[in-house]
């Protein structure tokens, strides 16, 4: 989606070290998402905040963190405390209304060797 | 938060329509459905959303009966390009008290020449 960008698409680290992963969005939507997909599986909720400054846990936060200082950016930190960490990583954002879809990036591939 | 079922897999070949049954027997009142299409190291993207009867747009139609306890996503004409992950998503809400939409594995569309 071209009003969401994540960077970087492929990103390598060393296990222990912290790794952040960005996410920006010039759609002006409140809500931001964070999921974690891995091989074969579907998305799991890693955190999402709904207005800026506010941010809650999703099904799997342990091991990660974020921050939401603005409205276009949702950044996520992968700490050396998640114990699995590589993954792929989409990011989404979806209107105010409850209902309303969400919208992804295109991902980030994150390996840790 | 209502749990869906779809089918793990499916074939078709190029030019037939394609349907895949997602069932949601707890949806609640106030739940939409909501389907997905996600291709290899992309984010998932929006096909379709209803309440209930019949939606159509420009790529899908969405059956969706009377008793709400399962939808159709109905694909016309399929074409190789067409080979992806399609999700069914039930729920009002991607996040917090109101229950987390899940993701499950999705159904994998193999199209064939």
Known sequence: DG????????????????????????LNHDAMYWYRQDPGQGLRLIYYS???NDFQ???????????REKKESFPLTVTSAQ?????????AVR????????HFGNGTRLTVT | LAKTTQPISMDSYEGQEVNITCSHNNIATNDYITWYQQFPSQGPRFIIQGYKTKVTNEVASLFIPADRKS?????????????AVYY?????????????????K????????
Do not use: W
């Not at chain 2, 939808?71 to 080979?83: A, C, E, G, I, Q």
């Open chain 1, 3 to 26: 009003g969401i960008t994540q960077s970087p698409k492929y990103l390598f680290r060393k296990e222990g070290q912290n790794v952040t992963l960005s996410c920006e969005q010039n």
């Open chain 1, 50 to 52: 709904q207005i800026v």
């Open chain 1, 57 to 67: 846990k999703g099904d799997i936060a342990e091991g990660y963190s974020v921050s």
């Open chain 1, 83 to 91: 114990k699995n960490p590589t993954a792929f990583y989409l990011c």
């Open chain 1, 95 to 102: 209107m105010g209304q409850k209902h309303s879809p969400l």
């Open chain 2, 71 to 83: 939808s159709t996503l109905s694909l016309p004409r399929v074409s190789l390009s067409d080979t």
């Open chain 2, 88 to 104: 069914c998503l039930v729920g009002a809400n991607y996040g917090g008290s109101q229950g987390n939409l899940i993701f499950g």
């Open chain 2, 106 to 113: 999705g159904t994998k569309l193999s199209v064939k020449p």
